[in-house]
């Protein structure tokens, strides 16, 4: 008797990678952004992120798993993914009673929150992964905003190991060195302040193919040739050796400062909630840029990369319709 | 060296180190040969021969009816035992006699004689398809051949007949292309071989020293770097039109071995009754590359390489990528397209569960045709055809390089091949 095999559709051999191993790959690329987290901000960080991972993972559970069984905590990788973005994107403050006066829930209470309105309300009420259409660390990062705003406006450097004497982050107007912002001992969110972690992230991500250059590109590129506009315009300089050195130091600091380098790596990159085809990354990179640095020069609002990231979210469909590409041998 | 390419496109494990050292051994004749009357493309031929009768090996057997067919030949000497409507089985009588037609020379035939002893050898296309040679060398109507392209780029995964052909008889691959050349008019004529092939290159290299009517184009290693459309886009920057043919702009393309193939139809006299194999994969005891008698079932061909392992879960006939899985190994016959055997095991074909798209694009990004594989799958699923041919649903070669790269597994090409199929009927139909 002959043996039978298994038959089935062709190709015959597949990727090794799947979903979990592209999302805990992403996990490992924010890894150095934890560290320096730690390093700069003490524990404050180091349990808030706790925090908002760990629910995360545990609202994603809850959910996901009929049965929940306690070998399926760590999940498909993306609800890690979810809470560590979120919890990086939170002000030191909220890890640290005192920094509110005292209160001992509030604070803590809210990466949970974050964790929770991301995963449930961001993810899961849309049907789950790959069917939201915005970013859920943003959404939860978004209601924290509306609803704390103080506190998520709190950049009080508390429990630092590093010293960092101001409260106010560089953007609200203290100076800072660019050298500074490059490594990250400045007040702001727990794992936006270091630049160079977010790059060795973002290197990381690019070297294993997981994110397309062109949305950080068009993100950051936008911002940079805005900078220079916004440079020219202002007029604070002297002949062209200025302007170029003026311009250059403008978008040095635009990029380096704030939540720029996260949400051009991390959150305009979200494979669900972006295009799909190369020209319309391109442009959703560009858009999101470009609103992050309207909003910075002439808005003022707290939370220019959730509005900037969101809205464009909101355009994906859109763009992907309107940029099919011309199909090999199309003559258009 | 230089390398050309074309855009999209995946880089599989390649898997080749298991054979492509291996010098091309001869299988023993099989007691038996079950010829299929029909082997892939075309309409089936008339059987010449009936019951009993007895033939010789290279004796024209079948005769090929409809304009895109080729005939066929027997490949052992031996009694014809059983003739259906399907298949021509002839039994060895171990003396293998063979009588060679008139050989020729390629100076002394002109380009109708060459087409004509390629269409009486049967010559197909060897790299799957089994295309007919002789119609593939007729420019239609207004059109014209100017370039012939053989492809030595062999970007299946695991196969490595097409290397060893031209690592062992590189003057029978440029003769073969020369003869397509005259045959067709061309005054141009390439090879392409992929960088992964260093001693392919360097034979072919050796052989066409001399010749500038024929270039070696050294391709980068990807898949489908052997696609028509690709290799035509690779070398001469010319896109084939939708729907269209490589005609369309000018060219043939050929593969390796069916140029060897023709080389032998006219120096040799012999008809295209056996073809080199690679019989590969961890499933199998000896990987080799062998020539084997076509009508030779799986079985015997694996036998003659060690038969399988305990753990071979899968067997494929041609490459990983595009070949086709089959369930059994004692009926499933070698024919002049089969390019390969590939045995798989238990480990390496292990189901795997499909998840939602999570939209990441690597689907769209591996696509040489430039097609939204994610939007033609998701399409043809919910049969909305009129969304996914607006897509260009037919543009779609049907690599799998997107299958291949979805980490959710989405079964993207079956899907869309499911689409075109529905789509074709429902035209039929009207
Ligand atoms: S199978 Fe079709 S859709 Fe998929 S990558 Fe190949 S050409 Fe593109
Ligand atoms: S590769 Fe798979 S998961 Fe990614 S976009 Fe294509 S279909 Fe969706």
Redesign the interface.
């Known amino acids: 008797m002959?043996?039978?095999?298994?038959?089935?559709?062709?190709?015959?051999?597949?990727?090794p990678?799947?979903?979990d191993?592209?999302m805990w790959d992403v996990v490992v690329a924010l890894v150095p952004a934890t560290i320096a987290s730690i390093i700069i901000f003490g524990w404050a960080s180091a349990i808030v992120l706790s925090l908002s991972l760990i629910s995360a993972l545990f609202f994603e559970w809850l959910v996901v798993s009929r049965k929940p069984k306690i070998s399926a905590f760590l999940g498909?990788g993306?609800a890690a993914v979810t809470g560590l973005l979120l919890g990086l994107s939170l002000p030191p403050a909220t890890g640290m009673m005192a920094s509110i006066g005292g209160s001992w829930t509030l604070p803590w209470a809210v990466p949970i929150l974050g964790s929770a309105v991301a995963i449930l309300i961001g993810k899961h009420a849309f049907g789950?992964?790959?069917?939201n259409p915005f970013n859920p660390a943003l959404v939860g990062r978004g209601f924290l905003t509306f609803s704390y705003l103080t506190l998520m406006t709190n950049w009080e450097p508390t429990g630092t190991f590093v010293d960092t004497t101001t409260g106010a982050t560089p953007l609200q107007g203290e100076a800072a060195t660019l050298w500074e912002l490059f490594i990250g001992t400045v007040p702001g969110s727990l794992g936006e302040t270091s630049a160079l972690a977010l790059i060795i992230g973002g290197i990381y991500l690019l070297y294993k193919g997981h994110i397309?250059w062109r949305i950080p590109g068009g993100f950051l590129g936008a911002m940079v040739v805005f900078s220079f506009i916004h440079t020219g315009f202002a007029g604070e300089f002297e002949g062209l050796v200025g302007f170029l050195s003026a311009g250059l130091d403008e978008a040095l600091f635009q990029v380096l400062s704030g939540s720029a380098l996260m949400g051009a790596i991390y959150m305009a990159t979200c494979?669900?909630?972006?295009?799909?085809?190369?020209n319309a990354?391109l442009i959703y990179g560009i858009g999101c840029g470009l609103i992050l640095i309207l909003i910075r020069y002439y808005a003022q609002a707290p939370a220019g990369l959730t509005y900037a990231v969101l809205f464009m979210n909101a355009l994906t469909p859109i763009l992907d319709r309107l940029t099919?590409?011309?199909?090999?041998?199309?003559?258009k | 060296m230089e390398k050309r390419s074309f855009k999209g496109g995946?880089h599989?494990?390649y898997n080749k180190e298991l054979s492509e050292k291996k010098q091309i051994d001869v299988m023993d004749d099989p007691k038996q040969v079950v010829i299929p009357l029909q082997q892939h493309i075309g309409a089936p031929c008339e059987p010449l021969v009936s019951k009993g009768e007895q033939v010789i090996t290279g004796q024209k057997i079948g005769e090929a009816k409809g304009f895109v067919s080729a005939p066929i030949h027997s490949s052992i000497s031996g009694e014809v035992v059983d003739v259906n409507e399907e298949r021509i089985t002839i039994k060895s009588d171990g003396d293998n006699r063979f009588e060679p037609k008139e050989a020729r020379s390629l100076k002394e035939i002109s380009s109708q004689e060459i087409i004509e002893i390629a269409k009486e050898a049967g010559i197909v296309g060897m790299g799957g398809a089994a295309f007919p040679t002789h119609v593939k060398m007729k420019a239609p109507e207004g059109k014209k051949i100017d370039t012939v392209i053989l492809n030595g780029a062999e970007c299946e995964?695991y196969l490595t007949i097409d290397d060893r052909i031209m690592v062992e008889q590189p003057q029978k691959v440029v003769e073969g292309l020369k003869a397509l050349m005259k045959a067709t008019g061309a005054t141009k004529g390439y090879i392409g071989i992929e960088l992964n092939k260093p001693n392919a290159i360097e034979a072919i290299g050796n052989a066409i020293q001399g010749d500038s009517s024929v270039e070696l184009v050294t391709l980068e290693v990807k898949y489908p770097q052997g696609g028509e459309?690709q290799l035509i886009?690779a070398i001469l920057d010319k896109?084939?039109?939708?729907g269209?043919l490589p005609v369309d702009v000018g060219s043939v393309v050929s593969n390796v071995s069916t140029a060897a193939a023709l080389a032998d139809a006219i120096e040799e006299g012999k008809p295209l009754y056996e073809r080199g194999i690679t019989v590969t994969g961890n499933g199998i005891e000896k990987p080799q590359n062998i020539i084997v008698k076509v009508g030779t079932t799986f079985?015997e061909v694996v036998e003659a390489c060690g038969g399988?392992k305990d753990n071979?879960?899968?067997?494929?006939s041609g490459g990983?990528?595009?070949?086709?899985?089959?369930?059994?190994?004692?009926d499933e016959f070698i024919t002049k397209g089969t390019s390969g055997i590939?045995v798989?095991t238990e480990d390496?074909?292990r189901l795997?569960e499909e998840?939602?798209?999570?939209?990441?694009?690597r689907c769209?990004?591996a696509c040489?045709?430039?097609?939204?594989p994610?939007y033609l799958a998701a399409y043809s699923r919910k049969e909305m055809f009129k969304e996914a041919e607006e897509?260009?649903l037919f543009?779609c070669i049907?690599c799998?390089c997107c299958?291949?790269?979805?980490?959710?597994?989405i079964?993207l090409?079956?899907l869309i091949?499911q689409g075109k199929a529905e789509v074709s009927s429902k035209k039929a139909k009207k």
Do not use: Q, W
């Open positions: 002959s043996k039978k095999f298994v038959v089935g559709p062709s190709p015959h051999i597949r990727s990678r799947d979903i191993y592209i498909d993306s789950g992964l790959g069917k397309d494979y669900v909630t972006s295009p799909t085809t190369k990354r099919i590409p011309r199909t090999f041998g199309e003559v | 995946i599989p494990l995964p459309k886009k896109e084939v039109p939708v269209g079985k399988l071979a879960a899968k067997v494929i990983p990528m595009m070949g086709r899985a089959i369930d059994s190994l004692d590939l798989l390496e074909v795997v998840r939602t798209c999570i939209r990441c694009a769209v990004d040489p045709m430039s097609l939204m994610n897509l260009h543009n049907e799998g299958s291949y790269m979805c980490p959710s597994k079964p090409v079956h091949r």
